[in-house]
């Protein structure tokens, strides 16, 4: 059960005196139906006597200059929320062009997100930018803005180690920059004390605190994962290590080592390191997953390269020695996946489209990382869960909050032109229980028909919930937060249907404008499982963190989640939606690609790679393939 955590201050910085008053020009607007007549003019809802406030409300042209037949007006800041922000949008850009050169120390963008980027540094590089954007938050009724950190990469520019640097993902040293909330801290700590005050107050009287929002945290429950017998542990390494997998890999598996000729010394010191006859970090595949690297479940075989030919030869090669068996090619590549050409990138996934297309995961190291100082040592657990799990193996599962509850994860792979348009819809799902076992991957709508992909979505995901109902008494969604506003829509038309079964939809952002800070830790970074109330159904959430035992931080550590719930079929209150959270956050735990692999639930975060791997094939004109009838195949 969730318990009541330390304050996060998140990146919000208050307007000091509220409720405020507001001054534009209106105009009630006569006819509803009528369009504004000038860009500048915008429409919003206001009382239809100002006198009143209590009075029905009404549209209204709204702008910024006069106009003939509008008049000037001041209300309460409390009048309407969606206007108020609008004019402390205005009002900051209007301060900004008084005070600061435009282009040169801010810019402003005038999207989805109205927003101003103040320039802090600058270098050849880029610019180092703090956005301010006008928000109302809900939790504390009150207005104010956001502020965050974001580095502005100058045209022409590629990005390297440098700019990850410069962007605070990467430290000095150029490893993961695990004093990446701290770094942060410092940037927006720098922005209040060197610009704030030349910025604010704004007209009116309008001026900001100089500490961040601080709202009460709850801590869920941390994770408990369930090994072989049902032992339970808090670690995923220790687990295993100690009570081994919870269901063991089928005894004729077959792992086939490929690599160049000159490459083979590489492929030994990869076999032995799997053994565990070279790190201490990795006991080997036996000790850990009880699979034995015998000549009975070893083979190798030469590339002369990595061309389409000598692939399709090797698959031939190993269809007629595996012979049916459960096989797993462990192919060593020269390059980096994350720092490689864009043609390494390709062959990378025609090689992995090849394989697939014969139903074949595979697993690819990288040789550049063997070649770095210890950096198989660290990796070599990692790829050896990698491999168990593609050959069928459960490493492990979770304890979750809700039983008979299946987690539907909605991904998407549209095929886009450059300009943004679609010309192909496609969605599917990864089904998984709320303990995190992967159980399947169903298509739920492709076509180039935008009405008929949506009436898809609507029929297919009541047809997956339908499947289930004998096995699962509640159904989850979890959708990522590009998924449009229209499939959004056309996904609950669907759910909406569906009488008799509890039905929740939520809504993940990994990448939102929030962020937040533990302030009384030199790390400034929140505990793991800290869940910071937003208000309107919406939560922070941190999947990984400071831990209890253990104050050090040896990584980078993500971004917090910004988690909305956006259906439910019946009401919940705040215990409900904090138990579907604590079971994503076990889900995020979820994850075998590695064991300390665990920023997101695995519902979203299978989707997004499987993404990336369908619409990479697409972009490369590679023939479909049957992505619903494999292991996972994605890990």
């Known amino acids: 059960m969730a318990t009541q955590g330390d304050k996060v201050a998140i990146n919000f910085l208050e307007i000091t005196n509220q409720p405020f ?15 504004s007549p000038h860009p500048n003019i915008k429409r919003y809802n206001l009382p239809g006597d100002l006198n009143n406030l209590n009075s029905a409300f009404v549209p209204y042209f709204i702008s910024e200059t006069a106009f003939e037949g509008f008049e000037l007006i001041t209300v309460s800041s409390a009048v309407n929320k969606v206007l108020t922000v609008y004019k402390l949008f205005e009002n ?24 101003v980027n103040i320039v802090i540094s600058s270098s050849v590089l880029g610019n180092e ?79 900001l605190t100089a500490s961040f929002q601080e709202i009460p945290s709850k801590h869920l429950d941390a994770k408990k994962y369930i090994f072989y017998d049902g032992r339970i542990e808090t670690s995923q390494f220790q687990g295993i290590k100690k009570h081994g997998p919870l269901v063991k890999m089928v005894d004729n598996c077959l792992i086939c080592f490929m690599y160049r000729p000159d490459d083979k010394p590489y492929s030994y010191e990869l076999f ?19 699979f034995s690297l015998g000549k009975e479940h070893v083979t190798g075989l030469p590339l002369a390269d990595y061309s389409e030919k000598s692939i399709d030869a090797a698959i031939t090669h190993l269809k007629e020695i595996a012979v049916g068996r459960p096989t797993l090619p462990l192919l060593l590549i020269p390059w980096s996946r994350i720092e490689c050409t864009s043609e390494e990138d390709d062959i990378y996934y025609r090689i992995k489209h090849q394989f697939l297309s014969k139903g074949l995961p595979t697993q690819f190291v ?32 979770l304890q979750p909050r809700h039983e008979k509850c299946l987690i539907v994860g909605i991904g998407q792979a549209h095929r886009k032109q450059n300009d943004g348009t679609i010309t192909r819809y496609f969605a599917y799902s990864v089904l998984s229980d709320s303990s995190g076992l992967y159980d399947s991957i169903k298509i739920l709508s492709q076509s180039e028909q935008k009405d008929t992909y949506l009436n898809g979505l609507t029929e297919n995901i009541k047809s997956v919930i339908k499947s289930m109902e004998s096995k699962y008494d509640k159904f989850v969604i979890h959708t990522p937060f590009k998924l449009k506003l229209e499939e959004v829509e056309a996904l609950k038309v669907g759910v909406t249907a569906i009488a008799g079964n509890e039905i929740v939809v939520m809504k993940f952002n990994e990448h939102s404008k929030y962020f937040g800070f533990a302030p009384d830790n030199n790390s400034k970074v929140p505990f793991e499982s800290s869940c910071v109330p937003l208000g309107k159904r919406q939560y922070l959430v941190w999947f990984e963190g400071l831990q209890h035992h253990n104050p050090t931080i040896r990584r980078r550590i993500a971004k917090p989640m910004h988690v909305e719930f956006i259906y439910s079929s019946k009401e919940l209150n705040s215990n409900d939606e904090i138990s579907y959270l604590q079971d994503a956050i076990n889900l995020s735990g979820a994850n075998w690609r590695g064991f300390n692999a665990k920023t997101s639930p695995v519902s979203v975060y299978y989707a997004k790679i499987i993404a990336d791997y369908i619409g990479c094939f697409d972009r490369l004109g590679l023939p479909e393939i049957d992505i ?8």
């Open 272 to 290: 032995h390191a799997l053994k565990g006859n070279k790190f201490g970090t990795f006991p080997g595949m036996e000790a850990m997953f009880s």
């Open 21 to 35: 008053q507001i001054s534009f020009y209106s105009k009630k607007v006569i006819d509803p139906e009528q369009q």
């Open 366 to 397: 990288s040789l550049q990382r063997m070649r770095e100082r210890d950096g198989l040592k660290w990796s070599i657990s990692n790829i050896g869960l990698g491999i168990f799990s593609k050959l069928g193996g459960l490493p492990w599962k």
């Open 92 to 115: 900051l850009v209007d301060k900004c062009k008084q005070t600061l050169r435009e282009g040169t120390n801010f810019t402003v963008e005038y999207g989805f997100r109205k927003k």
């Open 129 to 207: 930018e703090i956005w301010i954007e006008p928000y109302f938050l809900n939790i504390s009724d009150k207005f104010g803005y956001l502020i965050g950190f974001h580095f502005n990469l100058a045209d022409g520019q590629p990005f390297n180690k440098a700019v990850q640097q410069k962007s605070l993902s990467l430290g000095p040293d150029g490893r993961e920059n695990i004093n990446f909330y701290a770094d942060i801290y410092r940037k927006l700590q720098h922005f209040i004390g060197h610009f704030k005050s030349i910025i604010f107050p704004l007209g009116q009287g309008i001026d």
């Open 628 to 635: 619903e009838n494999m292991p996972p195949w994605f890990l």
